[in-house]
């Protein structure tokens, strides 16, 4: 099971930290960020690799946000900064089995589990 938290209303050029608990199975697997804006396709924001040595991002997200996780907590992160108005979407976490490859990452029919979203609006 995972849960997303953190999501609200904020000004642009503002940030957020989202945090997603996993439980269960969901916590054997490699956690990921996926976000979607009223009328758009579900698309990939993050996710790092098994170890968390690397990380993996979309382009418009580069240099603004950040993926973390504390293993100890069972939780990941979306530290997002600088954000702007195009960033408004529902921001949902998803887990993917730990043998993933590295060309499906982004693809969110690799990922088995997803949590409920959390909304994230920026204002102009």
């Known amino acids: 099971q995972l849960q997303a938290f953190g999501g609200g209303l904020v000004q642009a050029g503002g940030f957020l930290r989202l945090s997603c608990a996993a439980s269960g199975r969901a916590f054997s697997y490699v956690m990921g960020w996926f976000r979607q804006a009223p009328g758009k396709e579900r698309e990939f924001v993050a996710t790092h690799s098994r170890d968390g040595g690397r990380k993996y991002y979309t382009d418009s997200v580069k240099g603004r946000f950040t993926i973390s996780r504390d293993n100890a907590k069972n939780t990941v992160y979306l530290q997002m900064d600088n954000l702007k108005p195009e960033d408004t979407a529902v921001y949902s976490c998803?887990?993917?089995?730990?043998?993933?490859?590295?060309?499906?990452?982004?693809?969110?029919?690799?990922?088995?589990?997803w949590g409920q979203g959390t909304l994230v609006t920026v204002s102009s």
């Open positions: 998803a887990a993917r089995p730990i043998g993933t490859i590295l060309s499906e990452l982004r693809n969110k029919e690799a990922y088995i589990y």
